[in-house]
């Protein structure tokens, strides 16, 4: 199967940046969609943003459109969240993961593979 590692998560300013990494390695990569979900202390996994395989076609979530950049090399078989102008309410575990489906990449059901989450940590 494939396994994901997310890496780039720590404590930033309000304002501030953070490049999420999600690599991935095992059995295959191509052709997955890859995602970004986001867990907040007390509240439900929700969906951040998603890129289909070549990269053509992007989701974001409205509280983070324009902020963050979803991105991915597949040379590397990694994929990258930039996020810019954090704020607090940003704060998460954040999570990878990808699909083989094409189909409701906002959904988490649809994913197959995890990764194990890095913290995102915003202050005021």
């Known amino acids: 199967q494939v396994q994901l590692v997310e890496s780039g998560g720590g404590l930033v300013k309000a304002g501030g940046s953070l490049r999420l990494s999600c690599a991935a390695s095992?059995?295959?990569?191509?052709?997955?969609?890859m995602g970004w979900f986001r867990q907040a202390p007390g509240k439900e996994r929700e969906f951040v943003a998603a890129?289909?395989?070549?990269?053509?076609?992007?989701y974001y979530v409205d509280a983070v459109q324009g902020r963050f950049t979803i991105s991915r090399d597949n040379a590397k078989n990694t994929g990258f969240l930039q996020m810019n102008s954090l704020k607090p309410e940003d704060t998460a575990v954040y999570y990878c993961?990808?699909?083989?489906?094409?189909?409701?990449?906002?959904?988490?059901?649809?994913?197959?593979?995890w990764g194990q989450g890095t913290q995102v940590t915003v202050s005021s």
């Open positions: 993961a990808t699909t083989n489906n094409i189909r409701a990449l906002t959904t988490a059901q649809q994913y197959n593979y």
């Open positions: 890129i289909s395989w070549s990269g053509s076609t992007t």
């Open positions: 095992g059995r295959t990569f191509s052709p997955s969609a």
